[in-house]
């Protein structure tokens, strides 16, 4: 079945520093990608997708690029802010129908960032 | 996006009763989903909310102990029946608005079973 691997957190970054998650991915096919944020007491945001190989998904500068050779969807932000501070969760969708369309998350990663 | 509306966000049960949750969404959707999410883990799908039949439940989930209806395009509730404090999680439920588009959630209703 499709899984997701997650970095796993806590992360802790200075104001302005330098942001990876990394994600990667098992499925068959070719399926779609997300992250999603969750702040504090809230439910979860689609931040970016990407549908297909080499698609870059950013959103809010916030990047991430589909790798189908390294199965990979790394989350990556240049200067992260104190508002950015939540539980990121990679997640994908399989390309077919029936059980594989379903959503697959990671475990989610939490993100603080002190001022 | 579609705006999800959930009701209630919180709530604190007694062991025993039961609990339903309202999800309603402001444009016709061809899916919706409802997920279960423990404290600090991730998100677990419980059903797929069918509209006009019954939901289709995931491993290890059954229809006695959550009860879902989709009268409509619109709405659908989740019932979490004969409750425990194994039970405390976040529910949340989601939304399709056509096929290959992403869900998107709504705030998630926070349940505490005393």
């Known amino acids: 079945g499709n899984s997701v691997t997650q970095m796993e957190g806590p992360v802790t970054l200075s104001e302005e520093a330098f942001l990876t998650i990394n994600c990667t991915y098992t499925?068959?096919?070719?399926?779609?990608l997300f992250w999603y944020v969750q702040y504090p007491g809230e439910g979860l945001q689609l931040l970016l997708k990407?549908?297909?190989?080499?698609d870059k998904g950013s959103n809010k500068g916030f990047e991430a690029t589909y790798r189908k050779e390294t199965t990979s969807f790394h989350l990556e932000k240049g200067s992260v802010q104190v508002s950015d501070s939540a539980v990121y969760f990679c997640?994908?969708?399989?390309?077919?129908?029936?059980?594989?369309?379903?959503?697959?998350f990671g475990k989610g990663t939490l993100l603080t960032v002190n001022p | 996006s579609a705006v999800i509306s959930q009701k209630p966000s919180r709530d604190i049960c007694q062991r025993g009763t039961s609990l339903t949750i309202q999800c309603q969404v402001d444009?016709?959707?061809?899916?919706m989903f409802w997920y279960r999410q423990q404290p600090g883990q991730s998100l677990t799908l419980i059903a797929t909310a069918n509209q006009g039949s019954e939901a289709t439940y995931e491993s290890g989930f059954v229809i006695d102990k959550f009860p879902i209806s989709r009268p409509n395009l619109t709405f659908s509730t989740l019932t979490v029946s004969n409750m425990s404090p194994e039970d405390s999680s976040i529910y949340l439920c989601s939304v399709e608005q056509g096929v290959n588009q992403p869900q998107h959630f709504g705030d998630g209703t926070r349940l505490s079973i005393l």
């Open positions: 444009s016709q959707v061809t899916m």
């Open positions: 997640a994908l969708r399989g390309d077919s129908g029936g059980s594989n369309y379903k959503l697959t």
């Open positions: 990407a549908t297909k190989a080499d």
């Open positions: 499925a068959t096919g070719y399926p779609s």
